[in-house]
């Protein structure tokens, strides 16, 4: 999903303003080749969003075939005629709005985009592994590979996205995450990352990757992201990094919005984190009700994490041509 500014910002070259952006996109609505997403209950101002039709769909897969590339959509057609839920909407947006970031932000430092997935929900496309016996499935929102143009051999980087709006519970942010170090840790997910590597040309590949947070609606959703991130294994958590949707949005008029330091690493907190695991014995000056207990030990633990936090090093996610 892209609305017409988000097509523009992409093919620059092509679409030199809103007034040609505007008829082209409604010449391919009018042929087929997109749609508009239908939106329930938005007000009038919210922008067109325009969406793949089978007709585009397979007249891209024609233009690959014709320069001898293998291509296989996934889903036969993203249009629906019935109304889609402002939120989703929102986040597939608010996704390519970020890749759009990343693109500008790689090609301006030096460093290529190899590789880029939205569709890890396709049953091909899944990252599975085996945990206790059981089979688990991993569904980022969105990932990509970067080339990282350095002195000498260019290095490569995989990086998993994840958008949180605030809808989903702290719960399951925390279990979501802990998929991740467990996907992360198991030799199927050591040998997705090596194969990925290797596909985009790495000569000796590691299983190395980070993971994007981007949480919203506000910043105080970094600090609750922050709490269960500090729960997880060391491995994980040097591969952790969170930003919020408001330091993203305050940075969308810059050349690089993504050159910014606007993101916290999880694994900065390791000169406190044991002062913060300490505070789980902490106890109240009465006695309490587990339930109530377990609420006011993470009370304890949010007023520590938030005094700290504007202490910690905001870093910016892209190196320059340096290094650095």
């Keep these: 999903m892209a609305t017409a500014a988000q097509v523009r910002q992409r093919f620059p070259r092509h679409v030199q303003s809103d007034r040609t952006a505007r008829r082209q996109l409604a010449w391919l609505v009018a042929e087929g080749y997109l749609g508009l997403a239908s939106v329930r209950a938005v007000g009038p101002n919210f922008p067109h969003v325009f969406v793949a039709r089978r007709r585009g769909l397979q007249l891209v897969k024609r233009a690959y075939a014709e320069r001898g590339v293998a291509w296989k959509p996934v889903g036969s057609d993203e249009y629906r005629t019935r109304g889609r839920a402002a939120s989703q909407v929102l986040h597939e947006v608010l996704l ?39 089979q688990h499935r991993l569904i980022p929102d969105a990932g990509f590979v970067l080339s990282l143009a350095r002195p000498g051999r260019p ?20 279990q979501k995450l802990q998929e991740y170090a467990r996907w992360a840790a198991s030799p199927e997910g050591q040998a997705y990352l090596t194969d990925l590597y290797a596909r985009c040309g790495a000569v000796n590949p590691r299983p190395e990757f980070r993971l994007l947070v981007v949480a919203g609606p506000d910043e105080g959703r970094v600090l609750e992201l922050l709490l269960p991130a500090l729960d997880l294994a060391e491995d994980l958590r040097r591969r952790l990094w969170l930003t919020s949707f408001a330091d993203l949005r305050s940075h969308q008029g810059d050349p690089l919005p993504l050159s910014a330091p606007i ?60 290094g650095k």
């Design 155 to 174: 290095a490569l980087l995989a990086m998993f996205v994840e958008l949180d709006n605030g809808s989903m519970s702290l719960a399951r942010v925390g």
């Design 263 to 322: 993101w916290l690493l999880a694994a900065d907190a390791a000169p406190w984190l044991r002062e913060y695991e300490a505070l789980r014995q902490a106890r109240p000056p009465r006695p309490l009700p587990p339930t109530r207990l377990r609420l006011w030990v993470r009370s304890q633990q949010r007023r520590f994490v938030a005094r700290r936090l504007a202490t910690m090093t905001c870093h910016s996610l892209f190196p320059n041509q340096q």
């Design 96 to 134: 390519t709005q970020f890749y759009l970031d990343v693109w500008r932000t790689a090609h301006d430092r030096g460093h290529k985009v190899l590789a880029y997935e939205r569709r890890y929900f396709a049953q091909d496309r899944q990252l599975l592994f085996k945990h206790s016996g059981r």
